[in-house]
């Protein structure tokens, strides 16, 4: 069946977007306190500061006295005082270097640092793209094949699935912010470590930097406060403002409950009111409409009687029977409108007329006469000329009632 076929084909899709979406997720994840650094995988630790930077100075001082001294003296204290020099020299650089070398670590580190929170924030969005994508794939592809009761236990599967996916990405944004402060922890260290000078003027260079970025951090502090302050005024407002409508809201429908509604109706609406947070509105039970949960009939006075009788009322109803103020039921007994009457009595001394009248108009009539005197005009009729038949039954009496009926009826159309 090619209709099979494709469900089948959509089924295995969406296994493999399934087992796509999973390996990506266990894959490109971070979580708990591991975290891949240089390539490796190892626990992220702060790092120690460097040791403080030790700067030392060398004063010469060369004071020659040519008073008591030799020139050979004098040239051999210039010679040791060289050599001094030299040396002091040497031990500045060497020391100099060890301190540049554990800062410039130290700036590869916050580097390092950096670029690694760059790419973890390139990596979740490229994670986050991709994982889209393939919820609507799988959204779609599922779209196609769910049907009937399987519609909502596969919306809660994927509801599942989808909150699982934001708290991972809520635990990435969680180590972003983690690395983040780290940095800025690294830069105030950094910040520290530079508070050893060798003049007065670099001194006052460094700290005006270092207050020029401390006020930039106040006054950003301050603007930020001052939105949030802002931002949660006009929040206050506005709840202050949808407490106000709501209040005069409850105060009418309070008004409206205790003047046209009964107690007992506005409990019981109370009563089967539930909220639902999720549609932020009220809602009401459906009743139960079971046999089991039907109220129970009112009694009755007794049987075949519709509601409660009174015996005073019993007896009215006997004594007056047209009033409806007794009636059980909503029923009004009218008296028979009788119609004109359209039809004449028997008459025997026009008979003959109406006899001869319908033997000429009709052939085939055959009429039974019940009176004597219409059965003796008849037998005159059928001696002086030849007509319909006529004839007497006298065995059956209820068929003569019947014909001199219709007879009788037909005479008077």
């Known amino acids: 069946d090619p209709k099979d076929a494709k469900i089948r084909e959509f089924q295995d899709k969406i ?42 100075k060398i004063i010469e001082k060369t004071i020659v006295r040519r008073e008591g001294v030799s020139e050979d003296e004098l040239k051999k204290l210039q010679e040791d005082a060289v050599r001094e020099k030299n040396e002091l020299k040497k031990k500045a650089q060497v020391e100099m270097k060890a301190l540049l070398a554990s800062q410039s670590k130290t700036e590869e580190e916050r580097d390092r640092l950096a670029a690694q929170l760059q790419e973890k924030a390139q990596q979740k969005e490229q994670l986050e793209k991709k994982k889209h994508e393939m919820l609507a794939q799988l959204e779609e592809y599922e779209h196609k094949v769910i049907v009937g009761g399987q519609l909502m236990d596969k919306a809660a599967k994927q509801e599942l699935e989808l909150r699982d996916a934001q708290q991972k990405v809520d635990e990435q944004k969680r180590q972003e912010m983690q690395l983040a402060r780290e940095l800025a922890e690294r830069e105030d260290s950094n910040m520290v470590l530079e508070e050893q000078f060798s003049s007065l003027q670099e001194e006052v260079d460094v700290k005006t930097k270092k207050l020029k970025k401390l006020w930039a951090k106040h006054k950003a502090a301050s603007t930020e406060i001052e939105d949030l302050r802002a931002e949660f005024q006009t929040e206050k407002e506005d709840m202050l403002e949808t407490i106000r409508e709501l209040t005069r809201q409850l105060k009418i429908k309070q008004v409206l409950l205790q003047h046209f509604v009964p107690l007992d109706d506005a409990y019981a609406i109370e009563k089967r009111s539930k909220w639902d947070p999720d549609a932020d509105e009220w809602t009401l039970e459906h009743l139960e409409t079971r046999p089991t949960s039907l109220r129970p009939k009112r009694p009755v006075a007794r049987r075949g009687v519709r509601r409660a009788e009174t015996d005073f009322a019993r007896r009215n109803r006997q004594l007056d029977r047209g009033n409806p103020r007794w009636k ?53 009729k059928d001696s002086g000329a030849s007509g319909p038949t006529m004839a007497c039954d006298t065995d059956d009496k209820d068929d003569k009632e019947v014909e001199a009926w219709r007879l009788t009826s037909h005479f008077g159309r």
């Open 15 to 56: 296994k493999e977007l399934r087992e796509a979406l999973a390996a990506q997720e266990k894959g490109m994840g971070i979580g708990g306190p591991h975290a891949m650094v240089d390539g490796k995988e190892g626990k992220t630790t702060t790092m120690q500061a460097a040791a403080p930077r030790i700067i030392e």
């Open 328 to 380: 059980g039921d909503n029923v009004i007994v009218l008296e028979l409108e009788m119609p004109e009457r359209r039809t004449k009595d028997y008459e025997s001394g026009m008979m003959g007329f109406w006899l001869d009248r319908i033997a000429s108009n009709e052939d085939d009539v055959e009429i039974i006469v019940l009176d004597e005197n219409l059965q003796g005009s008849n037998d005159d």
